[in-house]
């Protein structure tokens, strides 16, 4: 058969475009992929947690004696002067409702103490006429042995009972002001409530033991307190620090000095703070999901100056980024770039469009990124977040790209 030139280019074309379409049904496309390149940046690893403001020092009014506290003569967020400005008063407690026998008990005791006042005026009485009469005869004496009319004898001895006469009339004066107490004790046992017997400068009044404003009051209106009761307390709004409860094993890994950033506290800018104190002494708290942690509370002195952080008050929440550790030039990785292998971490380098297998040794790690401290260069290409179609030799393409 001859086959003719048209039929040989004919089925020549035929197989070509046949050949064509057999290669592109089987070929392997490139996968595509995010890619992103190695750089060397300032890297920040910090510890968060939540925080709390309070003031630094704050000091709590008590009452000094059992009373009744009257209403407060401030409110919360008034201004007060350190030993100035009143900020409680603490009437003496009144005395209790008698029942009938304790009440007849002490009428009877004033009864008692009456008479015997009047026996004490009687026995002064008494005494000031001996003792009128032993100075009359002390004066006539006096005369006679003048004109040698006595004797010394009788002198001496009209001499002492002038003296004892006197002492006795001291002794009755004495006997009057016991018995004058006694009366007026067995008095004050009748006195009942709204009856105290003082005037009105008898309160105790108690003034600010530092400057600053009322942060709280215990009970506005007027109650009874006993010796120890608090009524208020003060404090200086600008002298803040913070606290944080922290899980302790990130607390081990902070220091004296350690830098802060406190975010979320209501302002534009974020403020700065120093870790001042970590407390010695760990608490056993619940997690939202019902998980038993250690935690510490870990104490912050804020730096940023008062007047740029205005508003900010006592009680308040932040959010604190603790830095545990920074560098100005670190080279780093995203996390969803890297994946074990066996007990080494590996990522996909692409060179030439062809995904590479890598393995890689990690340094710090933080919550998105973490460092390579060898396996990679500045300027490579990794893969981030690497597919299941994705294994060292496949052939990749930009996503970004397409």
Known sequence: MVWSTRTIGLSLAGAAVLGGLVWVAFRNDPVPVDLIEVRLAPMVITVDATGETRIRDVFEVASPITGTALRAPVSVGDRVVAGETIVARVEPVSPSLLDARTRAQAEAAVAEARASLEVAHSDLTRSEEEAAFAQTQFDRTQSLLERGVTTMTQMETVTQQLAIANAGVAAAQSRIAMAQGTLERSEAALLGPGSNGMDEDCCVDLVAPADGVVLSIATISEHPVLPGAPLLAIGDPGDLEIVADLLSTDAVRLGAGTPAIVERWGGPSALNATLVEIEPVGQTQVSALGIEEQRVDVVFDI????????????????????????????????????????????LFVVEGNIAMERRVTLGRRGDRTAEILDGLSPGDLIVTHPSDAVVDGTRVIDRESL
């Open 303 to 346: 730096d940023t100056p008062s007047e740029d952080r205005p508003g900010l008050g006592h009680g308040y929440s932040v959010f604190m980024r603790v830095v545990e550790w920074e560098s100005d030039s670190a080279l780093q990785v995203p996390l969803g770039a890297l994946f074990r292998q066996g007990d080494e971490w590996a």
